[in-house]
């Protein structure tokens, strides 16, 4: 979408309708290069920052995996444990 801008008519008068008209182009282009800097360096940043999080969230799901295992591991012996007990006594000879 075109942005036009009028400036006052005394500055048309004075520096020509094509020198005003060029300014004012070249003035726009400027700010139109500031914001696509500032945007990429927005984007970085945030692209940056969701990696940070995004290896911190890798870091603590490792963490808890390795105590879901341990914790697994633990409840599988005691129920093994307490199987292997039940069977004793169940085929005990009487």
């Known amino acids: 979408m075109p942005v036009t801008a009028k400036l006052s008519r005394q500055f048309y008068e004075r520096f020509g309708d094509e020198l005003t008209e060029a300014k004012l182009e070249q003035r726009f282009a ?10 990429a360096e927005w984007d970085a940043k945030w692209e940056r920052r969701f990696a940070e999080s995004d290896v911190k969230l890798e870091r603590r799901l490792a963490a808890f995996e390795s105590r879901m ?26």
């Open 69 to 94: 295992v341990r914790w697994m591991f633990t409840f599988w012996t005691t129920t093994m444990l307490a199987f292997a007990g039940l069977l004793v006594a169940v085929l005990r000879p009487k």
């Open 30 to 39: 400027q700010s139109e290069v500031r914001l696509e800097q500032r945007f």
